[in-house]
């Protein structure tokens, strides 16, 4: 698939998610078969007051391309700003949040709560588009509750914005996480546009990837939760589309060298306290499944330091002989949807 004239291989893209999809996480995921990788959401408002801050947000130099960096805001003037500082970076799109369904993002007027207002939310969005030369593209739930649905009127407006391409999470802000993720709005927003619909929304397995292009006929698939833990899932999705097969999960031992190189890179990147910090939750994800993971998640957060961290992972993943047999997806993340940007 196509954004404008940027070439997104098969359309596997990896979701933003906060506290998540950072430069050591994305680096893995581009790395095992992801097309598209992208920030989590940087908050407009901290962005244009003061980029230090939200340095460890951004992209990072060494980020494999193509690369999305996510905004969110309600003032067109920050979201502007922030859109051209990031169109000076090493970036190739730039992704408008219109889908957070936190309060304090709520509060603000930003993410999805601007599903409220089309008017506003077209002012954001023209801003954006004017701001820089890559292209946009509007990642949003299909409405505010079920009484307000309105996934095809902001596709059309985004469309009629000159944005490139609309990524669906369909599901409304009061959903949240819960319910059923409704991929008829999906196929229906496909059906009133004519720029790239991108898919998103409870794909766990390679055969949900090929049914969400089989029923909504849509041109990209955006994973989120079921690459927490599993980021051979977009391998998984690529070898089942080409070819039929569905390719065996990772070995303990290949779980082993990916976590371990993502705790290595975060402590480059962060420093050792904050990475072992980070770090315990994505050994969590990466243990589910296996063989006595409960007492390991246990052992590893309580773990201060990168030499510990890497003892724990040795003594666990290791001394495993099993092959890893259910899927790490179970729907739950655990409290890490958070920005420290989120202004
Ligand atoms: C921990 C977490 C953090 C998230 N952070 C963001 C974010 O920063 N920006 C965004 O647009 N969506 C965010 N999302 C939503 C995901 O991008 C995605 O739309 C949602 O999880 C549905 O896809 P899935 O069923 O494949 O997980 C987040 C989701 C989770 C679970």
Known sequence: MKIGSLNIGMGLIMAPMAGVTGFPFRRITHRLGADLVCTEMISAAALSRSPKICEPYLPHPMDARPISAQIFGAHPGEMAKAAAFLSERDVDLIDINMG?????????????????????????????????????????????????????EMARMAESEGVAAVILHPRTKTQGFGGRSAWEHIEKVKAAVTIPVIGNGDIKTPEDAAEMFRRTGCDGIMIGRAALGDPWIFDRIRTYLLTGDVPPRPSPAEIHAVLRDQLTCEVELSGEARAVFKMRKFASWYSRGLPASTAFRDRINHVLTYEDFLG??????????????????NGKTGSCHRSACES
């Not at 588009?129 to 309105?150: H, M």
């Not at 724990?312 to 997806?329: D, G, H, Q, T, Y």
């Open 100 to 152: 957070c369904p936190v309060k304090k993002v709520i509060r603000s007027g930003s993410g999805a709560a601007l599903l409220r207002d089309i008017h506003h939310a077209a002012c954001v969005v023209r801003s954006v588009v004017r701001a820089t030369p890559l292209p946009v593209t509007l990642k949003y739930r299909s409405g505010w509750d079920s009484e307000t649905l309105c996934a095809v």
């Open 312 to 329: 724990e992972m040795e003594s666990f993943f290791l001394k495993i002989n099993e092959p890893v047999k259910s899927p790490a997806f």
